[in-house]
Structure formats: structure tokens, C-alpha cells
């Protein structure tokens, strides 16, 4: 699954997201940073 936004609100809806685990990257003009993300 991907999410691709460009706006830049700090927050995403992810309540229609199946339970499991994610890595989430996100992209900014200083970098990119991939976290794990869980979701019960």
C-alpha cells in the first residue's frame, strides 16, 4: 500500500488502514526518514 500526498499537514487518517505493520517514509528538501509504523 502507498500513500502519496502533497500537502503538508503533520497528520494522516489512517483508520481504513488494515491492522499490520508499515514502514512509512517520508520525504522533505533535508532528507528522507522511514519509520515502522503498527497498527492494532
Not at 500500500?1 to 487518517?13: G, I, N, R, V
Not at 489512517?14 to 519509520?35: A, C, D, Q, R, W
Request: net charge positive; proline share 5%; charged share 20%.
Amino acid at each position: 500500500m502507498k500513500f502519496l500526498s502533497t500537502d503538508y499537514s503533520p497528520t494522516k487518517d489512517v483508520s481504513n488502514v488494515k491492522p499490520g505493520m508499515y514502514f512509512i517514509t517520508i520525504t522533505s528538501l533535508e532528507g528522507n526518514i522511514t519509520k515502522k509504523f503498527i497498527k492494532n
